[in-house]
């Protein structure tokens, strides 16, 4: 069994290019287990007490935004890990991750990932160049946040018909950004649609204010005397010419 884990290990980006003495170290160690689709992985606050590596599925970790929805902040799959934080720092699960597909992940837990560290310097260093990664990863995803808050700032939306669908299966950074900021998307549809709607609200009450005042000051001409007398005039001259032209 843990010769089958073993190889499956090699996938892993934590512990690829470890030697087969590390890869069977830690295959002793880990346990498998399967979830369905929905199943919770793990819960935002809970206590870490174990790391998991995927070796087959995908997973999303969430957390929740203002407003108490949910808010993806990033997507897992077959060769990456989930949960190691907890076990270094000690401190409570920082998101709850959620199987979107039926999923298979192997489980280190705590007493013996720190054996294991103790005894294999080659796992640390991998374990760091993990970290290294997730780090580019989060510096991609806050470029380009911040670069697209600025486009809006300034009005410009075009970044949004651009954008293209990202398959769940990519491994750009940049792509995985651009997928992950989905709920960035749709608040940026929202803020342009109800900015489209104020400027039809505007031109709509523009228009009728327009109108409003055009009758206002067509009513405050046709009252003054000066209209009253002209139109008496005016009156006065069509039965004079009309008079004329009947003794005629």
């Given amino acids: 069994m843990s010769e089958n884990i ?3 290990l090699k996938k ?7 030697p087969e003495e590390a ?9 498998a287990r399967n979830l369905a689709e929905g199943d919770v992985l793990m819960r935002k606050g809970e206590a870490g007490n174990s790391l998991f ?3 087959d599925g995908w997973f999303k970790i969430v957390t929740q935004d203002a407003s108490g929805g949910e808010l993806i902040i990033n997507k897992t799959g077959p060769g990456e890990t989930i949960g190691e934080m907890a076990l ?3 401190a409570p699960r920082s998101a709850t991750v959620v199987a979107i597909s039926p999923a298979k992940v192997f489980e280190l837990k705590q007493d013996a990932f720190q054996e294991i560290l103790n005894q294999r ?9 993990g970290f290294s ?4 990863f989060s510096t991609t995803y806050i470029q380009k946040a911040i670069d697209w808050s ?5 009005g410009d939306y075009g970044f949004i018909e651009n954008t293209q669908q990202i398959l769940k299966g990519s491994e750009s950074d940049d792509d995985k950004a651009t997928q992950l900021l989905s709920a960035f998307f749709q608040m940026v549809r929202s803020v342009k649609a109800r900015e489209d709607d104020l400027k039809q609200q505007l031109e709509k009450l523009t228009l009728e204010i327009d109108e409003a005042r055009r009758k206002q000051e067509f009513e405050d001409l046709t009252s003054t005397d000066f209209y009253a007398n002209l139109k008496e005039q005016a009156k006065q001259l069509r039965a004079k010419r009309m008079a004329s032209e009947n003794e005629e």
């Fill in 133 to 136: 990664s997730r780090l580019r």
């Fill in 53 to 55: 590596m995927v070796d």
């Fill in 23 to 31: 890869l069977t170290a830690v295959a002793q160690k880990v346990s």
């Fill in 6 to 8: 073993s190889s499956q």
């Fill in 150 to 154: 600025q486009k809006i700032a300034a």
């Fill in 88 to 90: 270094l720092d000690q």
């Fill in 12 to 18: 892993s980006f934590l512990f690829r290019g470890l």
């Fill in 121 to 129: 310097p080659d796992v640390a260093l991998a374990l760091i160049r």
